[in-house]
């Protein structure tokens, strides 16, 4: 199974509601995909996301030279293809640009993989299950009203949710950060779990005083309280804190993940699939994460996530943002809370070719 072809696109979907995250707007989802076929007719594809069209044609093009580099190899060395890359523009990296670039080719070589093995991607990590509990994530932003948060709670819970997670933002008061986790509580209704994102955007003294108010109006997950390379700050909150202490989204290499992970600085780790750099590196952090005998989480992307997720015994849980919806035929969707892999070899996932060439900007 040589590769003998690799294709990228960027795929920008608008979107037909507006947000503010990270004290910007946001009007599309912009994706970097990745296409490889082999010599025996096999077709992988990957892709990352970004809420923002800044350098998403720069990752592409990077995305484009790095994907020259895998023409010849075979699909299944998915190891010596990542450690190719990694050598190749080592000089702008570890982590970073390269790991963004890197990502889409790494899982549209292991959707290869699978299909040529006809194999589920989650059997071939593990096989431990093929599902997941997903926590509901979207729209729950720190810029909708009071009203607009209940409400949103509210279809969470109706669409059968049995977790949510909002975002806290830095200009509120701790009775304005209770009052929003409340209002979401009562929205849900009884029986579903409010979990609360801090955004990296409080400082340590903030963090303390809100985390344990949260922590008595019943809040059960406290993420990014402060910036993620703060790790005596997080240390000294997971070990004051009843509630876990979560995070590790914003990380890149095993390195920070093992020094993150020394620290004490977490309850519960998040992985970014694109952030450190594809499938093959996830593994290996979640190996690390086990050590620790730490539960491990996946942050976006929750039609490739749960695979990985579904793969390892320690498998938490996977956030819901669904943002490639419209590119796809089957987006894997929660019934009752409980996400399960789409069905087929690799992946599963099926491209809208039709909406890819309608969304596709470069």
Not at 11 to 40: F, K, M, W
Not at 149 to 158: P, Y
Not at 281 to 286: D, E, F, M, T, V
């Amino acid at each position: 199974m040589i590769i003998e072809n690799v294709s990228v696109d960027v795929v920008e979907v608008p979107l037909d509601s507006g947000y503010v995250a990270g004290g910007q707007s946001v009007s599309s989802n912009c994706h970097v995909l990745a296409r490889i076929r082999t010599t025996g007719g096999v077709e992988g594809f990957g892709y990352i996301v970004k809420q923002r069209p800044q350098l998403v044609h720069a990752v592409a093009q990077a995305t484009r030279e790095l994907g020259a580099e895998l023409i010849g190899m075979n699909v299944m060395d998915v190891e010596l293809a990542w450690q190719t890359m990694a050598a190749k523009a080592k000089w702008v990296g570890p982590g970073g640009f390269l790991h963004w670039a890197m990502a889409p080719l790494d899982i549209a070589m292991w959707d290869a993989a699978g299909k040529a093995l006809g194999q589920p991607l989650y059997r071939m990590l593990g096989g431990f299950r093929d599902h997941i509990t997903a926590y509901g994530s979207d729209r729950l932003w720190y810029s909708l009203s009071l009203d607009e948060l209940g409400r949103s709670a509210q279809d969470h819970a109706n669409n059968g949710f049995t977790a949510l997670k909002l975002r806290l933002g830095r200009d509120f008061t701790v009775a304005e950060q209770v009052e929003r986790a409340t209002i979401a509580a009562q929205g849900a209704g009884p029986g579903v779990e409010i979990m609360v994102d801090g955004t990296e955007s409080w400082d340590l003294p903030y963090a303390r005083m809100v985390g344990r108010a949260l922590q008595d109006a019943g809040v059960t997950w406290l993420e990014d309280p402060v910036h993620h390379d703060d790790l005596n700050g997080l240390a000294s909150l997971t070990a004051a804190l009843d509630i876990p202490v979560t995070g590790a989204e914003n990380l890149y290499t095993l390195a920070e993940f093992r020094n993150t992970l020394e620290a004490r600085a977490l309850d519960i780790a998040i992985l970014d699939l694109a952030r450190v750099g594809g499938v093959t590196p996830w593994r290996k952090i979640a190996s690390l994460v086990e050590a620790y005998k730490m539960p491990v989480c996946g942050h976006v992307m929750p039609e490739v996530h749960v695979h990985l997720l579904a793969a390892v015994a320690h498998g938490h849980k996977v956030e819901y943002m669904p943002r490639s919806t419209e590119i796809l035929q089957n987006m894997p969707t929660p019934v009752n809370g409980v996400l399960t892999v789409a069905d087929g070899p690799g992946h599963g996932l099926k491209l809208d070719e039709a909406a890819v060439k309608r969304f596709t900007v470069d």
